[in-house]
């Protein structure tokens, strides 16, 4: 079209930009330097005066005070003495970033900053981690489902649709059990690290299902990387652990007493699962790539015996394992089949005289195609296994007879983990992060879904409770915040990086991966519009308030501006945002809809006048008065105090002001959220912090009512929801205006 021929080289723009910088910067010098020059003249005439009055009054023998002498003329403030006077300087990563300070504050040194009274409480958990781990979902005699993502454990009502959480790890759940009395938990945690790049130490919780009490912490200092899997024993009560390390460290823990009672290392192979022989607890079984170990417990040590597969095939994993009621072992693996496992009397004239006994394969029995990923054993023997590749479910008979099969839907992955609920009721956990709810006669249906990768792009409705989310695995979500359910998913080319609903509320966009974004329909799911612009990924799309403008932010240095009408169904090019060094990261419009600010990867913050033909201002002191319609910008002056001393540019992944102005969220690299006053202008700003993501927080939003806030986890691809509780009346600028009052009659200084 028109607009793209009119525009000039990309490259050629962006020199004469930044040439037109060091114009205005030398003229800047050039008038300091005049400045400078201009006093010394005038204290070079000022002393002779001085000196002369000084010879006077000795002569006449009046005291030489100060007041005395005639005060000098002093020269009027210069324009950038008057800037210096109204800004502030912050850093990140050594590089100084101006902020002006707004004209209603009259007294920034004596601001003083507290934490908002408003608070968070975690209020629903979006997510099932099936993707890879096992055996992580449960049924519990309460009516719940008991599994895990992030640093959470879920345990969702199935028939009420409520949720309680357990979340008192401090990083990412790695696996979990439940005791035979259906009541205790055991749940291991990975490693991490802190703020600082130190590893944390990984350990066990164990607490009681009913009051989510933590009834022990076990292991602390003695796992390495993470605990990979937990069994409770069913006579006494132990527990059994193995870690992450290279030998994948195998030990039994007293649960009353906290203290480890035995260990040993295992393998150096990877182990999938463990458990105690349900008939005997000094018996433990673990299994993993190409092996299954018969572990005896025996006054405090440790012997192995390897299973011997005779003339079986080796399969190269052992994927899990159950105890039939003859009290044999059964194995899946990676073959499809299930193996019957069994004592044999030593072959003596092979191994010669005092050879012990043996545990080989009874019986090989075809079961699945590709891997049997879970075993289930129901009362009366009956079992059922769940596939891979085939995604079937089946149910066997006592003597391994099929009786009865499903197949689950392929959008839900393959079959991870089967929990019983009453013999006939079944909870599936699917790779694919789902969890469905069935019966073999009426087939399955999702009570739980999630993303399963990484996320970026979040956004609430303009006036109704949904949410729409997108990320590395090309799904488009919208989510129902009352409901807790997903209204609709959509898959398409390419991963989506960021969304915005249109004011009107009819249609989303949502921007992509290579530069293509699209406008969906949220009643149809249609593609109502499409463009691309440039062929680098989108990070921010951002509706004018009034709708009539689209901002698109690309990491291609560019702001591309779009005219919207037909109720956010047609756009139209209007100009370009040409100036920043950087990928854009994050932008807002002005209430009036006609400026734009804006960050960028290099740490600016630019303003520009959209409607004057996106041109750049370069006075960015002539902005500090302007109000924002939204604030998600990580730079600028109303969110200064968010940022730690010291912080690297990427310490802070998205913020989010409240539609009341009256607090921030915050989205750090360190898996927390946080919630701090609005504005906040000060260094060192204390606020409220949240824990329960076991990644990096790429993203928070506010609902339209300020009632929730909605964080999403990178790689632990999980969405958490918090209700807001708290706050009292008053919006923003009430609360800048009687905190700046309140300074001037307080000789304090401002607490952090």
Not at 210 to 234: D, E, K, N, P, Y
Request: with cysteine.
């Amino acid at each position: 079209d028109d607009v793209h021929i009119a525009d000039f080289p990309d490259r050629a723009s962006m020199m004469e930009v930044r040439l037109q910088a060091q114009d205005d910067e030398i003229t800047l010098l050039k008038s300091s330097l005049a400045d400078a020059l201009r006093r010394i003249r005038l204290h070079d005439q000022l002393l002779p005066l001085l000196k002369q009055q000084t010879r006077k009054m000795k002569e006449e023998g009046k005291p030489r005070t100060p007041t005395s002498a005639p005060a000098p003329a002093r020269c009027p403030p210069s324009r950038k003495e008057r800037r210096n006077q109204q800004s502030i300087k912050m850093f990140i990563r050594g590089r100084p970033i101006t902020m002006y300070i707004p004209s209603n504050i009259q007294n920034y040194e004596d601001l003083k900053m507290e934490p908002p009274p408003e608070r968070l409480e975690l209020d629903w958990v979006y997510g099932y981690r099936g993707r890879d781990c096992r055996a992580n979902l449960y049924f519990l005699p309460t009516g719940e489902a008991l599994f895990f993502i992030a640093c959470v454990v879920v345990l969702y009502h199935i028939n009420n649709r409520t949720q309680r959480h357990y979340h008192k790890h401090t990083d990412c759940v790695r696996c979990l059990t439940v005791h035979p009395d259906k009541v205790r938990v055991a749940s291991g945690q990975t490693a991490g690290v802190d703020k600082d790049g130190k590893p944390l130490q990984p350990c066990v919780h164990i607490w009681d299902s009913t009051t989510l009490v933590t009834l022990q912490q076990i292991g602390l200092g003695s796992f390495q990387r993470g605990v990979g899997s937990v069994a409770f024993s069913f006579a006494v009560t132990f527990l059994c652990v193995i870690d992450d390390s290279n030998e994948h460290m195998l030990s039994v823990w007293d649960c009353n007493k906290g203290t480890k009672h035995a260990e040993v290392k295992s393998t150096n192979e990877a182990v999938f699962a463990v458990e105690f022989n349900s008939s005997d607890s000094t018996n433990i079984i673990t299994c993993g790539k190409s092996h299954v170990y018969f572990w005896t417990l025996s006054a405090g040590q440790f012997t192995k015996k390897q299973g011997i597969f005779g003339k079986y095939k080796k399969p190269k994993f052992m994927q899990c394992f159950v105890f039939s009621l003859t009290g044999d072992v059964l194995t899946g693996d990676s073959e499809g089949n299930i193996l019957t496992w069994g004592k044999s009397a030593a072959d003596v004239k092979t191994l010669g005289k005092g050879a012990k006994e043996t545990f080989q394969i009874m019986r090989q029995t075809r079961a699945h195609e590709g891997s049997v990923f879970t075993l289930c054993a129901l009362q009366g023997g009956t079992l059922l296994s769940g596939g891979g590749k085939d995604r079937k479910i089946i149910r066997w008979s006592a003597d391994l007879a099929p009786e009865r099969e499903c197949e689950i839907p392929e959008n839900y992955g393959a079959v991870r983990t089967i929990a019983d609920v009453d013999g006939e009721e079944l909870l599936v956990g699917t790779t694919r992060n789902a969890i469905l709810r069935g019966t073999f006669s009426d087939g399955f249906v999702a009570i739980v879904q999630g993303h399963v990768d990484e996320m970026w792009g979040l956004a609430t409705h303009p006036s109704q409770n949904i949410f729409l989310t997108c990320g590395h695995d090309r799904q488009v979500c919208l989510w129902n915040t009352e409901e807790h359910m997903l209204d609709w998913c959509i898959s398409l080319e390419d991963y989506g990086l960021c969304a915005d609903f249109c004011p009107n509320g009819s249609v989303v966009s949502v921007g992509l991966s290579t530069g293509r974004w699209m406008v969906l329909d949220l009643l149809t799911k249609e593609v109502v519009s499409e463009s691309i612009d440039g062929n680098e990924q989108l990070s921010v799309m951002r509706y004018s308030p009034d709708g009539s403008f689209l901002a698109v932010g690309s990491h291609d240095n560019f702001i591309y501006i779009y005219n919207v009408t037909e109720s956010g169904r047609r756009y139209t090019r209007f100009g370009k945002c040409n100036g920043h060094s950087s990928f854009i990261t994050h932008l807002d419009w002005a209430k009036d809809g006609k400026y734009i600010m804006s960050n960028s990867g290099d740490y600016e913050i630019l303003y520009w006048d959209i409607v004057a033909g996106c041109k750049l201002l370069r006075n960015r002191f002539e902005s500090k008065d302007r109000e924002w319609a939204s604030y998600t910008c990580v730079l600028g002056f109303h969110v200064m105090g968010v940022w730690l001393e010291g912080s690297d540019g990427t310490d802070i992944n998205a913020l989010c002001r409240s539609h009341s102005e009256r607090m921030v969220a915050v989205a750090d690299d360190f898996c927390k959220v946080h919630l701090f006053q609005y504005p906040c202008p000060k260094p060192k700003a204390p606020s409220h912090k949240y824990e329960g993501h076991g990644s990096h927080v790429t993203n928070v939003c506010f609902t339209h009512n300020d009632s929730h806030l909605l964080s999403m986890g990178g790689k632990d691809t999980c969405i958490l929801q918090w209700k807001v509780i708290g706050g009292g009346a008053g919006d923003s600028r009430e609360r800048l205006a009687s905190a700046s009052s309140a300074s001037t009659s307080s000789p304090e200084p401002a607490s952090s």
